[in-house]
């Protein structure tokens, strides 16, 4: 199975950016969509992005204009650009393929002062 590795967090003030990357072992080619995922403390986990083989994209309301998701097929990886980062985007950000019930390790995205 494919497994997926998150990197690319780390502690930003509010106002900075941060580029998410999202390795696959395998090719995330067969996967129609993938996306990225977070979950901030003391709540459940939500879909940020989608993008679909064709290069559809959604996003949810709070980061629409902030976050770009793109995915490279040939490099089998997935990015995540946030730009004007808020305190609330902080939380653990997670990737992975539509129809995966597992997820990575996550990389940790902190917005403060």
């Known amino acids: 199975q494919v497994q997926f590795v998150e990197s690319g967090g780390g502690l930003v003030p509010p106002g900075g950016s941060l580029r998410l990357s999202c390795a696959a072992s395998?090719?995330?080619?067969?996967?129609?969509?993938m996306g990225w995922y977070r979950q901030a403390p003391g709540k459940a986990r939500e879909a940020v992005a989608t993008?679909?083989?064709?290069?559809?994209?959604n996003y949810v309301d709070s980061v629409k204009g902030r976050f770009t998701i793109s995915r490279d097929n040939a490099k089998s990886t997935v990015y995540l650009q946030m730009n004007s980062l808020k305190p609330e985007d902080t939380g653990v950000y997670y990737c992975?393929?539509?129809?995966?019930?597992?997820w990575g390790q996550g990389t940790q995205v902190t917005v403060s002062s």
């Open positions: 992975k393929g539509d129809g995966v019930d597992y």
């Open positions: 993008v679909t083989s064709g290069g559809t994209t």
């Open positions: 395998g090719t995330i080619a067969s996967f129609y969509v």
